[in-house]
Structure formats: C-alpha cells, structure tokens
C-alpha cells in the first residue's frame, strides 16, 4: 500500500469531441420541433432504435437530463421545490423531481423554456416510478402516451420466452399506435438499421468498459460518467458509432502503451453507482490517495458482456456477428434485439431485489477490472435500488474475498448528499485497508 510508481498519463485525446457530442445532444432537444424532427421522451434503457422507423427524432431521455440537473444544485433546488409545491413527497426519486420540476418552472437548463414533447412511450420495467414520472409530463403538456409493461427486464418464473413474447407484443401495439399519432408511415427498414447501430454501440461500449481494467487504467469512471451520454442517448446515429470506435482504439493505444488516467494509481475500486452528481468530486479529492475508481457498474456497464466460465469477461457481438439472420420486419426485428440483450447475463449489485446470478457476475467483473475494493452506494434517491445491499450484497462480496464499504448519499437531491460524511467513510475505509494520502509532490 505505500509503493508508490508514477505512470505515464494524458488527457484523452477524443475528450474535447466526446463533450461536444453530448452537448450537441441537449442542442438537438432545444432545436427537434423547428427542424422537423420529433422530440419523444422515454426511458434511456428503452429500445429507441424501434423510433427510427418514423423517421428523424431526437430522444428526451429522463434519468440523464435529471443528473445533469443535479450536477447544477442552485437549478435544481428550484426545480426539487417546484415540483414538491405541488404536493408531492420529498423522498420521490431525485431524477424525477430534476425533469419535472424544470417542466414547472418551465427552463431548460441548457437554455430557454422547457420542450415541448411530441409523445412519450414508457416501460414500467424500472420499479422507480418512470410510469408515473412520465404520466406527470404527458398530463401537463397535454401529449400523447403509450406505456409498456416489461417483464423481460425482471423475469421472476424463469419463462423467458414468454416474457419476449409478452412483452414483443406490446411493442408492435406502440409502434401501430406510434403511426396513427404522428401520421408517419413507420418504415421498418430504417428501423431495422437503427437497431444494428444501437447494437453495434452497445458492443463498443462494453470493449471500452473492459479496457479500463487494464493496469493501470486508461480511463476511470468520472471520465466515463461525462462521455456516457453518447452510448446512452444517441445509440441510434452513426456519429456515436464513429466516436466510440475512436475512443476504444484511443484506449486500446493507451493500454499499450501503459499510459495511465491517473499517473499516482495505486489502488483501484469499482463502484455499483455513482456518487451524488453534486459531489463528483469526490472522485478527485481520492485521487490525493492514489486511488483510480475504474468503473461505475449502474451506468458504465452498460455495454453487452459475455462472462466467462474461467473468470474471463469478453464483449460480446452483434446478433449479425453471432451468425443471426437479419430480421425482415419489425416483429423480427423486436425479438431479435430482446433475444440479443437477454441472452447475456447482467453484472447488477441486485437492482430492485438481489439475486446469486446477478450477484456474482458483479464479483466476476469486479475481479477482471482487478479492482482492490469494492463501494456500493446506498441511494436515499430510490428506496427499491437499496433492497438486500446490507443483508446480501455486500456480505456474499466480502464473503468471496473482497472489502466492500457502503456508503449513504442521493443520485440527485443535494439536499441529501453529505460530502463531508461521504469522504470521511471513504477515507476511514481506505485507511484500514493500510492506504495513506501521498505525499505532495
């Protein structure tokens, strides 16, 4: 713990373009009415490829526009405040009260008044409270909805292929009744090449998540929380393609090279969430220790993985590169994409009620990233993410050989994240770990 090696280290090169393209995507909100594309909101983890088939449309994704809001406290006291004047409670989900507080004051925080929405489509397959968050905003603007009930996300008998179908049928209902609101004749085609692009982006999301586990690491989490915007919310445009191919061969090179994110690295941690977006500074002031966090598992991971049985963890590959036929129609083209992501086993930390399987994927992935430790953030934000974090989460990590530390905070609410407390349980973690603060240099 007190050998200290200083790496090569860099800035990114593709840094100032990945910013400019998440920024570009908060432009393309602003601007989707007046250039003729349809603004739809919905779930970031929604299969939005299926909009391409109506056309141009630009994706108002929630949970990312509510963490940006959180990044800004003075914007999202007034948004948190408008949205609780209406009566609602203060423990709803913070993500929630960032977007639809910003509704009610109408601004937007990249500038301007508040878009309005074409229509909203919504998946009940997060236990949070997206259904209602998204009923609030078609009420109020007045606009169309169309909810799904996914079941596929958290099968509990074990029947999947009932689950695809049950939940494949609800989708080719949303895009019948996606023509007859907008009057845009759905090509299934354009459609279909949509999916192959979010595939596609999804495949290099997970290369360039599992390239952060060389040592040292190329990137780290706070790197790959600003650039996650571009996997997340524009996995349907051939510029996210292009970026991330230069990102993962940017961080192959790195690798290579040894060319750290952080030249002091020392100790390595992996985390299942994100701090308060408030405080992400957390992430520097642990740099003063050495410590590199190499990945987030809630957001980062998000990219396809295939775990192995000998420890390994691999990206996984397109339905194209597995040897599928490419769908025909838009029925081919749901099931094949809800057979593609659900084919692979998920590294959660128990997202809405543990579960072994998941459980111990995250152990696997954990020990690929070589991390030291793991840090399972308790999100006051969001009851139903803490289920059997102390009871079974962190005892069946710490029971297979690694230290794990919780620690209490809120996704989006500032008034529920403290930064001192955070640090301090941190710090006292790392300190009995035999870690120490470096020495100036």
Known sequence: MTSMVRYKSKRLDCWDKGKELVLGHYQNISTAREKGKLLILSCAGTPYFMFGGLGDFVLFAGEPYGATVAAFPDFSLKCMEAFESKGYAQDMCGYMKNFCGSMYIDKFLHGGPFPKIDFVLSSHYCACGHPFWHRIVADYQGIPQFQIDDDVEHPRSGKREQAIDYVLGQYMDAMEWMEKTTGRKYDDEKAIECMERTQRIE??????????????????????????PIHMLRRNEDISVEFLTMLRDELKDRVANEIAILATERFRMGATQPPAWSYLKMFRILEDYGVVFVSTVTYTTWGVFDFKDNGEVLPSKTSNEMGWPRPKNREEMMRTYLMWKKSHKRATFGLFGPNEENTAALLQLAKFWKVDAMALMLNRGCPPMNVGMYSFVKPYLVDHGMPTIIFEANYADCREADPARTIDTLVAFLEGLGLRRLPKA
């Open 203 to 228: 495949v290099l999301w997970g290369e360039i998540n599992l390239l952060a586990g060389a040592v040292p690491s190329p990137i780290d989490a706070k790197s790959l929380l600003a650039l996650m």
